[in-house]
């Protein structure tokens, strides 16, 4: 599997807000600015995540987006999957059905693969990346800032 940008900077937005206290709220420049991202591009991607209900976002001068939940409730596949990440690789798609057996073996393979990876990626989630972080942020000393 390959991370895209999409997938990427949605985790990275995501465990920026699980660092905030409270979870949030941060606007978008503030997140953008702190990870080192495009702030329109960003924007969307943090829409597309309030529709799939991984976010909230608040209006005002005090606004921005902050989590709907709290980070052990949130997965990596629930955050790619709301961004349309896939992890399933695209041979899978368009098996033929007349595969000899030793081929059939090897997409057989590659679909058990696929579906562990899929189930780690919705077994791993925000909080763990959160505990991830910190723990290299402490290793790294007081005066480290956190950028995904």
Request: glycine share 6%.
């Amino acid at each position: 599997m390959k991370l895209t940008t999409r997938g990427h900077y949605s985790v990275k937005a995501l465990l920026d807000l699980s660092l905030q206290p409270n979870y949030g709220p941060a606007s978008v420049r503030d997140i953008a600015q702190r990870q080192d991202l495009p702030a329109p591009y960003l924007e969307k991607l943090l829409i597309e995540l309030r529709r799939a209900g991984l976010v909230n976002s608040l209006r005002g001068s005090q606004g921005g987006y902050q989590l709907a939940q709290v980070p052990g409730k949130i997965s990596l596949g629930q955050i790619l999957q709301a961004v349309g990440e896939s992890s399933q690789p695209l041979f899978l798609d368009d098996t033929p059905p007349d595969l000899a057996a030793a081929d059939w073996v090897t997409v057989s393979l590659w679909k058990r693969l696929d579906q562990k990876l899929r189930d780690a990626l919705f077994n791993i989630s925000l909080e763990d990346l959160y505990y991830d972080a910190r723990s290299w942020q402490a290793a790294q000393g007081e005066s480290a800032s956190f950028v995904v």
